[in-house]
């Protein structure tokens, strides 16, 4: 079993849609969560990231996180084409080594105008 | 902004070609990354490091090398290419985790081995 689990999509939205794009992982270690945003031929960019429980709000995106149930999910608002990308979860683990993050395969999101 | 460069955005080589893809960032950042990404496989850390002349292997680290001789740069050396390493390599740096976990990353080199 894969420490972090990501529907793959591909997922494919009108314009104006609620989105809804989830993670799941194994780890009960694991102490701080992440979403990533990848235009196609771009490195990643960070998104939003959050160390609780609950949701965590920014603009049209919504991060939440239930650490009993080890599932993560970022919401879009109103997506918009410019929406369009791969989306990867990133989960981490606070401790002394670098390595700090298992990336999620990737959902790559279509919002249609 | 924290500014993460990758030395190529294409290249092409061909087998048992020793191949260096170099990585630059200029946020005096500890910890440096390698990884592939590669499709329905998400990204795979080949190795890190987390200080000069320091590294540790990732996930997949058969058939490369990493070198970092100064805090800014991270090199990935492919010893002799070969087909399936053919994938879009992406460089990344961050703060030591009790500062920080997120990580930064340069624009990618796509490698194709023929």
């Known amino acids: 079993q894969k420490e972090v689990e990501q529907d793959p999509g591909p997922l494919s939205v009108p314009e104006g849609a609620i989105v809804s794009l989830n993670c799941t992982y194994s780890?009960?270690?694991?102490?701080?969560f992440m979403w990533y945003r990848q235009y196609s031929r771009k490195g990643p960019e960070l998104l939003m990231y959050?160390?609780?429980?609950g949701n965590k709000e920014d603009g049209r995106f919504t991060a939440q996180v239930d650490k009993s149930s080890k599932y993560i999910s970022l919401f879009i608002r109103d997506s918009q084409p410019s929406d369009s990308a791969t989306y990867l979860c990133?989960?981490?683990?606070?401790?002394?080594?670098?390595?700090?993050?298992?990336f999620g395969s990737g959902t790559q999101l279509t919002v249609l105008p | 902004d924290v500014k993460v460069t990758q030395s190529s955005r294409y290249l092409v080589k061909r087998t048992g070609e020793k191949v260096f893809l170099e990585c630059v960032q200029d946020?005096?950042?500890?910890?440096m990354f390698w990884y592939r990404q590669d499709p329905g496989l998400g990204l795979r850390l080949i190795y890190f490091?987390?200080?000069?002349?320091?590294?540790e292997k990732g996930d997949i680290p058969e058939g490369y090398s990493v070198s970092r001789e100064k805090k800014e740069r991270f090199s990935l050396i492919l010893e002799s290419a070969s087909t399936n390493q053919t994938s879009m390599y992406l460089c990344?740096?961050?703060?030591?985790?009790?500062?920080?976990?997120?990580?930064?990353f340069g624009p990618g080199t796509r490698l194709l081995v023929l």
């Open positions: 990344a740096s961050s703060l030591r985790p009790a500062l920080s976990p997120t990580q930064y």
């Open positions: 780890n009960s270690a694991f102490q701080y």
């Open positions: 959050t160390y609780s429980s």
């Open positions: 990133a989960i981490g683990i606070s401790s002394g080594s670098a390595r700090q993050l298992t």
């Open positions: 946020m005096d950042h500890e910890n």
């Open positions: 490091s987390y200080d000069v002349k320091m590294k």
